[in-house]
Each structure stands twice: as C-alpha cells, then as structure tokens.
C-alpha cells in the first residue's frame, strides 16, 4: 500500500509539473503569471493562492510569490494569501516527507544535508525555525527532513508559519511599494537585507556548531 501511496505522489507530482509548465504558469516569468491573474480577475485570488501553494513541487522559491502577491493585491490581502499558501505548500511537504520516509528520497536529502540533518536531529525546532526564516538555506528540504525527525504536524505547521511571518510581511510590502513608493521601497529594501545578513550569521554560526 505504502509503494502505491509513493508511485501515485511521483505521478501526481510529474503530472502538475508538465501541466503548469504547458500552460505557462510556473515558467518563472513573473510577468507572464502577472497577465495570467489579470486576465482571470474574477478568480485571481484563488489562481494566485493554488499556483502559490503548489510552487514546491517546482522548487520556485516562496519569497517570489510574496513579492507577487503585495503587487497585485493589497498588503493586507496578499498577507492572508502568502499566509496560507505556506501552510498548503509545507503541509504538502510534510505529508509527503511521511509517504518517502525510509525512501532514496529522503536517503538523498540525508546525504545531500548532513550537517542539517544532524542538527534536525539535536533540535528540530531551533533549526527549522533559523531555516525558514534564512534567505540562504534550503527551507523547502529543511521542512522535508523535519518531519523526518519526529516533529508532529501541529508543532511543524507553527513553527514555519511563525518563522516565515517576518520576511513574508515584508516581502509583501515590498512588492506593493515596488508600485507607488521609491523610498518606502528602499526602507523595506534595506530591511529585508539586514534581517537576511543577521539570520544568514545565525544559519552560519549554526552549522559551525554541528
């Protein structure tokens, strides 16, 4: 049974991937997405929050939706949407982290990430906290190997809606600033850089210590 729950996530996960890519939605053209949510303005809030919540299986990044989402809604609206496009996305994470647990999948990930592997294994909390909230660590894989380590989904789900909370605000404002404010731009700008150069330290310093 646990064979056929992984060859239908691969076949679902290949199937998403050809079809977004076949209709353009996940080419990593913001523009292009951008015109697409535009031309559906009836339901641009749910396209957004669909494409937004299942950009992990093509590996996008969640900080470009954030972006998108202060851009084409207001800040307060595009919160909500980022908000809970990550708790779709990382959920879909962890379910799937539960399906492959054992598999090559996560062997790979395990080899691939020793040291943040370890580290998961002496203090999941901490280090998915400082992976979630550092511009420069594989959050998407530091969520796949949490879940691995005994994290049950309740403390899992808080914790990166908690950590991601910062950046997503944020990265929010920056791109509904990006439309009207040049200095509001930069003072978001400048932030957003300071809290990335501090967590990064931290992220660092972390690994160092494994």
Same mark, same amino acid.
């Given at each position: ?9 691969? #076949? ?5 991937? +050809? ?23 009836? +339901? ?17 990044? =969640?900080?470009? #939706? ?24 990382? =959920? ?15 062997? +790979? #990930?395990?080899?691939? +990430? ?24 594989? =959050?998407?894989?530091?969520? #796949? ?35 009207? =404010? ?29």
């Amino acid at each position: 049974m646990k064979k056929i729950s992984k060859f239908l996530v691969i #076949f679902v996960w290949i199937t998403l991937i +050809y079809i977004l890519f076949r209709f353009e939605i996940l080419t990593g053209d913001i523009d292009n997405l951008n015109e697409i949510l535009f031309m559906s303005s009836d +339901y641009k809030k749910l396209i957004f929050l669909a494409v937004a919540s299942i950009r992990v299986v093509t590996l996008i990044p =969640s900080s470009v #939706f954030m972006i998108l989402g202060g851009m084409i809604f207001n800040p307060v609206d595009g919160v909500i949407l980022t908000l809970l496009s990550i708790l779709f996305s990382e =959920s879909i994470v962890y379910i799937v982290s539960k399906i492959f647990v054992t598999s090559d999948m996560q062997n +790979y #990930f395990v080899v691939k +990430y020793p040291r943040i592997y370890e580290a998961l294994l002496k203090n999941n909390s901490k280090i998915l906290t400082l992976g979630v909230l550092c511009p420069i660590a594989p =959050s998407d894989v530091i969520c #796949f190997l949490a879940s691995s380590t005994g994290l049950n989904y309740g403390r899992f789900i808080l914790i990166v809606l908690i950590s991601n909370i910062p950046m997503m605000m944020l990265y929010v404002f920056l791109g509904n600033s990006a439309l009207a =404010s040049t200095n509001t731009t930069i003072m978001v700008g400048a932030a957003i850089i300071m809290i990335g150069i501090y967590s990064s330290y931290l992220w660092k310093k972390q690994q160092k210590v494994v």
